[in-house]
Nanobody, 123 residues
């Protein structure tokens, strides 16, 4: 079974940076990051597709960078220029529905989740 464990969350002032990490139980997974703010639905933040390409939410483009270390089964999210609107629980995610199923959108393919790590950005 896929197990995902996030770390690196915390509190930071607006304009600051944080880097999140996610260790996966198995390698060669298509992985990404989601977040959920209080009272809001979970939304996709950044993710890898099966061909190695990356997809970012419009709200984080230019500020967040997703990367991975396959040898360590670890996913990262570098978050720069943080805003109070970025405050949320951030979840590591892995794809459950393969990309060969073409009628499923990118974000909806993710179906495995970590426990989440809190990111709080103060004004």
């Amino acid at each position: 079974q896929v197990q995902l464990v996030e770390s690196g969350g915390g509190s930071v002032q607006a304009g600051g940076s944080l880097t999140l990490s996610c260790r996966a139980s198995i390698s060669h997974l298509c992985m990404g990051w989601f977040r959920q703010a209080p009272g809001k639905e979970r939304e996709g933040v950044a993710g890898f597709d099966s061909d190695g390409s990356t997809t970012y939410a419009d709200s984080v483009k230019g500020r967040f960078t997703i990367s991975k270390d396959n040898a360590k089964n670890t996913l990262y999210l570098q978050m720069n220029s943080l805003k109070p609107e970025d405050t949320a629980i951030y979840y590591c995610a892995a794809v459950k529905i393969p990309s060969s199923i073409y009628d499923v959108s990118f974000w909806l393919r993710f179906g495995y989740w970590g426990q989440g790590t809190q990111v709080t950005v103060s004004s």
